[in-house]
Protein backbone atom coordinates (compact mmCIF):
# COMPACT_ATOMS: atom_id res chain seq x y z
CA UNK A 1 0.00 0.00 0.00
CA UNK A 2 1.11 3.92 -0.95
CA UNK A 3 0.88 6.02 1.81
CA UNK A 4 -0.67 9.15 0.71
CA UNK A 5 -0.42 12.23 2.51
CA UNK A 6 -1.17 14.40 -0.37
CA UNK A 7 -4.70 13.31 -0.27
CA UNK A 8 -4.78 15.85 2.34
CA UNK A 9 -3.72 18.96 0.17
CA UNK A 10 -5.48 18.71 -2.77
CA UNK A 11 -7.15 21.54 -2.57
CA UNK A 12 -7.21 24.57 -0.54
CA UNK A 13 -10.69 23.78 1.56
CA UNK A 14 -8.97 20.53 2.38
CA UNK A 15 -6.10 22.38 4.02
CA UNK A 16 -7.84 24.66 5.54
CA UNK A 17 -9.33 22.35 7.50
CA UNK A 18 -6.19 20.70 8.59
CA UNK A 19 -3.69 23.21 9.08
CA UNK A 20 -2.18 22.81 12.38
CA UNK A 21 -1.09 26.82 12.87
CA UNK A 22 -3.14 29.80 12.49
CA UNK A 23 -2.05 33.37 12.32
CA UNK A 24 -4.45 35.60 13.87
CA UNK A 25 -4.29 39.51 14.09
CA UNK A 26 -5.35 38.86 18.05
CA UNK A 27 -1.24 37.84 17.70
CA UNK A 28 0.58 41.35 16.39
CA UNK A 29 1.93 44.12 18.28
CA UNK A 30 2.68 46.79 16.01
CA UNK A 31 5.98 48.97 16.79
CA UNK A 32 5.99 52.76 17.05
CA UNK A 33 8.71 55.76 17.34
CA UNK A 34 7.42 58.46 19.11
CA UNK A 35 9.14 62.08 18.87
CA UNK A 36 8.54 65.67 20.09
CA UNK A 37 7.40 67.60 17.59
CA UNK A 38 3.65 68.70 15.81
CA UNK A 39 2.98 67.23 12.80
CA UNK A 40 5.65 65.11 12.23
CA UNK A 41 6.30 62.28 10.06
CA UNK A 42 9.39 61.89 9.73
CA UNK A 43 10.73 58.76 7.47
CA UNK A 44 13.21 56.09 8.25
CA UNK A 45 15.74 55.33 5.55
CA UNK A 46 16.12 51.73 6.44
CA UNK A 47 12.72 50.94 7.37
CA UNK A 48 10.11 51.50 4.55
CA UNK A 49 6.75 53.08 5.73
CA UNK A 50 7.81 53.50 9.38
CA UNK A 51 8.64 56.91 10.51
CA UNK A 52 9.34 58.65 13.47
CA UNK A 53 5.93 60.37 14.33
CA UNK A 54 5.14 63.35 16.77
CA UNK A 55 2.27 62.50 19.52
CA UNK A 56 -0.80 63.86 17.38
CA UNK A 57 0.41 61.99 14.16
CA UNK A 58 0.74 58.99 16.94
CA UNK A 59 -3.02 59.36 17.86
CA UNK A 60 -3.96 59.01 14.11
CA UNK A 61 -1.98 55.68 13.86
CA UNK A 62 -3.18 54.67 17.24
CA UNK A 63 -6.79 54.67 15.24
CA UNK A 64 -5.46 53.19 12.32
CA UNK A 65 -4.11 50.06 14.01
CA UNK A 66 -6.89 49.67 16.33
CA UNK A 67 -9.87 50.37 13.59
CA UNK A 68 -7.09 47.31 12.03
CA UNK A 69 -7.76 44.98 15.09
CA UNK A 70 -4.42 44.88 16.12
CA UNK A 71 -4.48 44.88 19.80
CA UNK A 72 -1.44 46.73 20.98
CA UNK A 73 0.98 49.05 19.95
CA UNK A 74 4.59 49.22 21.67
CA UNK A 75 6.06 52.54 21.77
CA UNK A 76 9.67 53.91 22.05
CA UNK A 77 10.57 57.27 22.68
CA UNK A 78 12.94 59.43 20.65
CA UNK A 79 14.11 62.28 23.54
CA UNK A 80 15.27 65.99 22.96
CA UNK A 81 18.19 65.75 24.93
CA UNK A 82 20.13 63.01 26.14
CA UNK A 83 22.38 63.17 28.86
CA UNK A 84 24.47 60.05 31.37
CA UNK A 85 21.29 59.35 32.93
CA UNK A 86 18.78 59.03 30.80
CA UNK A 87 16.50 61.68 32.81
CA UNK A 88 14.34 62.03 30.32
CA UNK A 89 13.44 58.56 30.57
CA UNK A 90 11.61 59.08 33.44
CA UNK A 91 10.14 62.50 32.98
CA UNK A 92 6.77 63.16 33.74
CA UNK A 93 6.22 65.43 30.74
CA UNK A 94 8.51 63.11 28.93
CA UNK A 95 7.65 61.84 25.26
CA UNK A 96 6.74 58.30 26.35
CA UNK A 97 4.97 59.61 29.29
CA UNK A 98 3.10 62.04 26.89
CA UNK A 99 2.36 59.73 24.49
CA UNK A 100 0.41 57.31 26.63
CA UNK A 101 -1.70 59.74 28.12
CA UNK A 102 -2.45 60.86 24.41
CA UNK A 103 -3.42 57.46 22.96
CA UNK A 104 -5.81 56.65 26.20
CA UNK A 105 -7.41 59.50 26.34
CA UNK A 106 -8.67 58.99 22.56
CA UNK A 107 -8.40 55.01 22.26
CA UNK A 108 -8.63 53.68 25.68
CA UNK A 109 -9.20 50.25 24.93
CA UNK A 110 -5.74 49.76 23.04
CA UNK A 111 -3.46 48.28 24.94
CA UNK A 112 -0.21 50.28 25.26
CA UNK A 113 3.04 48.76 25.90
CA UNK A 114 6.14 51.27 26.41
CA UNK A 115 9.70 50.10 25.94
CA UNK A 116 11.54 50.57 29.30
CA UNK A 117 15.42 51.12 28.15
CA UNK A 118 17.78 53.82 28.94
CA UNK A 119 20.01 53.39 25.69
CA UNK A 120 17.93 55.98 23.45
CA UNK A 121 17.96 58.61 26.44
CA UNK A 122 21.82 58.86 27.59
CA UNK A 123 24.41 60.38 25.85
CA UNK A 124 26.55 57.20 25.73
CA UNK A 125 23.63 54.77 24.07
CA UNK A 126 24.04 51.91 26.69
CA UNK A 127 20.91 50.63 28.26
CA UNK A 128 22.44 51.29 31.93
CA UNK A 129 24.25 53.67 34.10
CA UNK A 130 27.58 53.82 33.27
CA UNK A 131 30.57 53.52 36.35
CA UNK A 132 34.09 53.43 35.49
CA UNK A 133 33.60 52.79 32.15
CA UNK A 134 31.38 50.06 32.48
CA UNK A 135 27.71 49.34 32.89
CA UNK A 136 26.37 49.48 36.40
CA UNK A 137 23.84 46.67 36.67
CA UNK A 138 22.91 47.79 39.95
CA UNK A 139 22.49 51.45 40.12
CA UNK A 140 20.55 50.67 36.55
CA UNK A 141 18.00 48.75 38.51
CA UNK A 142 16.37 52.05 40.34
CA UNK A 143 16.60 54.42 37.26
CA UNK A 144 15.04 51.31 34.96
CA UNK A 145 12.05 51.32 37.82
CA UNK A 146 11.58 55.20 37.92
CA UNK A 147 11.07 54.59 33.78
CA UNK A 148 8.51 51.74 34.22
CA UNK A 149 6.06 53.78 37.21
CA UNK A 150 6.36 56.71 35.25
CA UNK A 151 4.66 54.74 32.04
CA UNK A 152 2.37 53.28 34.46
CA UNK A 153 1.08 56.40 35.78
CA UNK A 154 0.68 57.95 32.28
CA UNK A 155 -1.28 55.31 31.66
CA UNK A 156 0.45 52.35 30.04
CA UNK A 157 -1.13 48.89 30.47
CA UNK A 158 2.26 46.85 29.78
CA UNK A 159 5.93 48.01 30.66
CA UNK A 160 8.79 46.13 29.07
CA UNK A 161 12.15 45.94 29.60
CA UNK A 162 14.63 45.41 27.64
CA UNK A 163 17.33 46.60 28.88
CA UNK A 164 19.12 42.56 29.80
CA UNK A 165 19.87 43.89 33.47
CA UNK A 166 20.19 41.10 36.53
CA UNK A 167 17.19 41.54 38.45
CA UNK A 168 15.20 44.06 36.95
CA UNK A 169 11.69 42.56 36.55
CA UNK A 170 11.46 41.97 40.21
CA UNK A 171 12.96 45.80 40.97
CA UNK A 172 10.64 47.04 38.53
CA UNK A 173 7.53 44.62 40.10
CA UNK A 174 8.25 45.80 43.55
CA UNK A 175 7.96 48.91 42.73
CA UNK A 176 4.76 49.00 41.15
CA UNK A 177 3.41 47.84 43.51
CA UNK A 178 4.34 49.50 46.34
CA UNK A 179 3.10 52.32 44.59
CA UNK A 180 -0.39 50.75 43.73
CA UNK A 181 -0.06 49.56 40.32
CA UNK A 182 -0.49 46.03 41.04
CA UNK A 183 -2.27 45.40 37.73
CA UNK A 184 0.53 47.18 35.06
CA UNK A 185 1.69 44.01 33.48
CA UNK A 186 5.51 43.05 32.70
CA UNK A 187 6.36 41.81 29.30
CA UNK A 188 10.15 40.85 29.90
CA UNK A 189 12.78 40.98 27.28
CA UNK A 190 14.15 37.91 28.80
CA UNK A 191 15.83 36.48 26.38
CA UNK A 192 17.64 39.29 24.18
CA UNK A 193 20.33 38.31 22.45
CA UNK A 194 23.26 40.60 21.42
CA UNK A 195 22.39 40.57 17.65
CA UNK A 196 23.11 42.06 14.09
CA UNK A 197 19.95 42.43 13.10
CA UNK A 198 19.01 45.28 15.16
CA UNK A 199 20.60 47.87 12.78
CA UNK A 200 17.86 49.78 11.46
CA UNK A 201 16.40 49.79 15.10
CA UNK A 202 19.13 51.36 16.25
CA UNK A 203 18.82 54.35 13.30
CA UNK A 204 15.29 54.96 14.33
CA UNK A 205 15.84 55.18 17.39
CA UNK A 206 19.40 56.94 17.49
CA UNK A 207 20.69 54.53 20.12
CA UNK A 208 23.70 53.35 18.76
CA UNK A 209 26.58 52.78 21.97
CA UNK A 210 29.16 55.78 22.03
CA UNK A 211 31.49 53.08 22.75
CA UNK A 212 31.89 49.25 22.88
CA UNK A 213 28.86 47.01 22.61
CA UNK A 214 26.00 45.60 24.42
CA UNK A 215 27.71 41.98 24.65
CA UNK A 216 28.73 42.33 28.53
CA UNK A 217 24.66 42.05 29.22
CA UNK A 218 22.59 40.82 26.31
CA UNK A 219 23.26 37.08 25.60
CA UNK A 220 25.78 35.13 23.67
CA UNK A 221 23.84 34.07 20.13
CA UNK A 222 25.82 31.06 20.61
CA UNK A 223 23.83 30.34 23.59
CA UNK A 224 20.26 28.33 23.91
CA UNK A 225 20.49 26.64 27.35
CA UNK A 226 21.26 29.93 29.23
CA UNK A 227 18.15 31.32 27.32
CA UNK A 228 15.93 29.32 29.01
CA UNK A 229 17.77 30.43 32.59
CA UNK A 230 17.04 33.83 31.80
CA UNK A 231 13.52 32.97 31.19
CA UNK A 232 12.84 31.05 34.18
CA UNK A 233 14.46 33.67 35.90
CA UNK A 234 12.16 36.43 35.16
CA UNK A 235 9.01 33.79 35.74
CA UNK A 236 10.10 33.57 39.18
CA UNK A 237 11.11 37.73 39.26
CA UNK A 238 7.25 38.39 38.37
CA UNK A 239 7.10 38.65 34.31
CA UNK A 240 3.64 38.45 33.03
CA UNK A 241 4.67 37.51 29.21
CA UNK A 242 8.41 35.84 28.46
CA UNK A 243 10.16 37.29 25.19
CA UNK A 244 12.47 36.18 22.94
CA UNK A 245 14.28 38.42 20.35
CA UNK A 246 14.90 38.59 17.82
CA UNK A 247 12.91 35.72 16.14
CA UNK A 248 14.11 34.06 12.87
CA UNK A 249 17.22 33.33 13.89
CA UNK A 250 16.39 31.74 17.51
CA UNK A 251 12.94 30.06 16.44
CA UNK A 252 14.80 26.92 18.52
CA UNK A 253 14.80 29.00 21.31
CA UNK A 254 10.84 30.29 21.24
CA UNK A 255 9.98 26.72 20.78
CA UNK A 256 12.13 25.74 23.66
CA UNK A 257 10.92 28.29 25.96
CA UNK A 258 7.09 27.55 25.01
CA UNK A 259 7.69 23.83 25.99
CA UNK A 260 8.95 25.09 29.66
CA UNK A 261 7.08 28.11 30.49
CA UNK A 262 3.58 28.42 31.18
CA UNK A 263 3.39 32.27 30.62
CA UNK A 264 2.60 33.84 27.04
CA UNK A 265 5.73 34.19 25.22
CA UNK A 266 6.02 36.65 22.76
CA UNK A 267 8.74 37.00 20.19
CA UNK A 268 10.40 40.12 18.15
CA UNK A 269 10.68 40.16 14.75
CA UNK A 270 12.80 42.78 14.54
CA UNK A 271 13.89 45.64 12.08
CA UNK A 272 16.79 43.86 10.31
CA UNK A 273 14.33 40.79 9.80
CA UNK A 274 11.90 43.51 8.38
CA UNK A 275 14.18 45.28 6.49
CA UNK A 276 15.88 42.04 4.43
CA UNK A 277 12.28 41.39 3.68
CA UNK A 278 11.20 44.93 2.07
CA UNK A 279 14.84 45.59 0.19
CA UNK A 280 14.33 41.84 -1.43
CA UNK A 281 10.87 42.76 -2.42
CA UNK A 282 11.72 45.99 -3.63
CA UNK A 283 14.70 44.52 -5.82
CA UNK A 284 12.14 41.69 -7.03
CA UNK A 285 13.64 39.01 -5.78
CA UNK A 286 11.19 37.69 -3.78
CA UNK A 287 7.01 37.85 -3.48
CA UNK A 288 7.49 40.17 -0.35
CA UNK A 289 3.30 39.82 0.75
CA UNK A 290 3.89 35.89 0.98
CA UNK A 291 7.13 35.89 2.38
CA UNK A 292 5.70 38.06 4.95
CA UNK A 293 2.97 36.09 5.95
CA UNK A 294 5.47 32.65 5.74
CA UNK A 295 7.73 34.28 8.27
CA UNK A 296 5.23 35.58 10.81
CA UNK A 297 3.42 32.31 10.33
CA UNK A 298 6.61 30.25 11.34
CA UNK A 299 7.32 32.66 14.58
CA UNK A 300 3.62 31.56 15.31
CA UNK A 301 4.48 27.72 14.32
CA UNK A 302 7.34 27.96 16.81
CA UNK A 303 5.41 28.97 19.62
CA UNK A 304 5.12 32.48 20.06
CA UNK A 305 1.44 33.42 21.46
CA UNK A 306 2.30 37.11 20.98
CA UNK A 307 4.43 38.97 17.96
CA UNK A 308 5.83 42.16 17.79
CA UNK A 309 6.50 42.99 13.93
CA UNK A 310 7.23 46.01 11.96
CA UNK A 311 4.40 43.83 9.76
CA UNK A 312 1.67 44.50 11.74
CA UNK A 313 -0.71 46.56 9.63
CA UNK A 314 0.06 45.20 6.09
CA UNK A 315 -0.47 41.74 7.84
CA UNK A 316 -3.68 42.86 9.71
CA UNK A 317 -4.81 44.15 5.77
CA UNK A 318 -4.22 40.68 4.38
CA UNK A 319 -5.93 38.57 6.99
CA UNK A 320 -9.02 40.70 6.90
CA UNK A 321 -9.06 39.99 3.52
CA UNK A 322 -8.09 36.64 3.20
CA UNK A 323 -8.30 34.83 6.50
CA UNK A 324 -5.39 32.74 7.61
CA UNK A 325 -2.90 32.42 5.10
Not at 49 to 71: C, Q, T
Request: negative net charge; glycine residues 8%.
Amino acid sequence: MIIRPRRMRRNATIRRMVRETALSVDDLVYPIFVRHGTGEREPIASMVDHYRVSVDELVKEAGEVWSLGIPAMILFGIPKRKDERGREAYARDGIVQRAVAAVKQRIPELVLITDVCLCQYTDHGHCGIIANGQVDNDATLEILSRVALSHAEAGADIVAPSDMMDGRVRAIRETLESEGFQDTGILAYAVKYASSYYGPFREAADSTPQFGDRKSYQMDTANAREALKEALLDVEEGADIIMVKPALPYLDVIHEVRSRIELPVAAYNVSGEYAMVKAADQKGWIEGEKVMMETLLSIKRAGADVILTYFAKEAARLLGEHGDP
